[in-house]
């Protein structure tokens, strides 16, 4: 089984999006989320742009990434610079890190529609990248 963490900052919007899909495309994956510094909740826009696409991440919650440093992924996978510049040592065997990186939604202003765009908009990259690493790396990769 394949066995994927994807780390950023908070663990409240793109990389709690991430598992969402990558768990979509495949529910044979073994797949976490943490953050170097977790929020306190996921984020009500995240789980409501999730929804609009059939995925439910509300039972989700953020996680500090140390407690998944002794144990070995496959794949860790930062989607914002933040934690990939502060992407802890994984004392657990890691094959490949990775870095697909994403703006912070949860930084937009403006209106509601407008602050709802950025999440779509986000999310909507979030699952074209990631269905990009699932095909390549783990459909039609070396992981068999």
Known sequence: MTRILVLCTGNSCRSQMA???LKSFDPNLDVQ??????SAKIHPKAVQVMREVGIDIS???PK?????????FDYVITVCDDARET???FLGKVKEQL???FEDPALATGSEEQILSVFRRVRDEI???F???YQTKIKNGAQK
């Open 19 to 21: 598992e969402g899909f």
């Open 33 to 38: 989320s943490a953050g170097t510094d977790p």
């Open 59 to 61: 039972q989700g919650y």
């Open 64 to 72: 500090k990434v140390d407690q998944f440093l002794n144990d070995s």
């Open 87 to 89: 992407c802890p040592v």
């Open 99 to 101: 870095h697909i990186g």
């Open 127 to 129: 699952k074209e990248a």
């Open 131 to 133: 269905w990009e690493f």
